[in-house]
Each structure stands twice: as C-alpha cells, then as structure tokens.
C-alpha cells in the first residue's frame, strides 16, 4: 500500500510561484509512473502532468511552459514548480501514483492564486 502526502500549496499572487511536493511511501516508488492533477469548485479533476518512471513528462496544454514536474527517486518524491500562476489554477492539487492496475491517491492540497 503506498501512501502518498502532498504539501507545498498556499495562496499567491498571480504571476507567482510555488513548488508542490508529493512524498512517497510503502513501496518501490520508483516503479511508479507518477502524476499531479487538480479539481477546482464545482469542475472534474483534470490532469496537469505526468512523468514515467523513466523520467518521460507529460503536461497539459494549459500549463505547457509554466509548469515543471520532476522526480527524485532517491527521496520518494515527485515535485511540481508552478511558475507564472494564474487565478484559474485556483484549485485542489492532487497527486498520484500508477502502477499496472494499482492507482494511489495523495488527500490534496489547495492552491489559491488570487490577489
């Protein structure tokens, strides 16, 4: 069973940034295809990006060249750098863990953009 904890999220202004982390723990993370997706009110969870055990990313159009997501295997750990904020990025940032058939969930952590 992995359990997954984020952290890192707060209110900022817009045009700010902020680096969330997601800690890993009760596995082999590194096997894990890892993954942030966010759920502002009353709108589905959506993706924002990926990376593959091998490091390959992916991201959504609407983050594409403000967001970074790495990994650090060493310390269980996914990051997400959010540069360049905007107020629709408003949202509850969810982090997750994938494996075959196995699907973990972190609980979350609000972001607000807002001045």
């Known amino acids: 069973q992995v359990q997954l904890v984020e952290s890192g999220g707060g209110l900022v202004q817009p045009g700010g940034s902020l680096r969330l982390s997601c800690a890993g723990s009760g596995g082999v993370f590194s096997i894990y295809g890892m993954g942030w997706y966010r759920q502002a009110p009353g709108k589905q969870r959506e993706l924002v990006a990926t990376i593959t055990s091998a490091g390959s990313t992916k991201y959504a159009d609407s983050v594409k060249g403000r967001f970074t997501i790495s990994r650090d295997n060493a310390k269980n750990t996914v990051y997400l750098q959010m540069n360049s904020l905007k107020p629709e990025d408003t949202a509850v940032y969810y982090c997750?863990?994938?494996?075959?058939?196995?699907?973990?969930w972190g609980q979350g952590t609000q972001v607000t953009v807002s001045s």
């Open positions: 997750q863990a994938a494996f075959a058939s196995l699907n973990y």
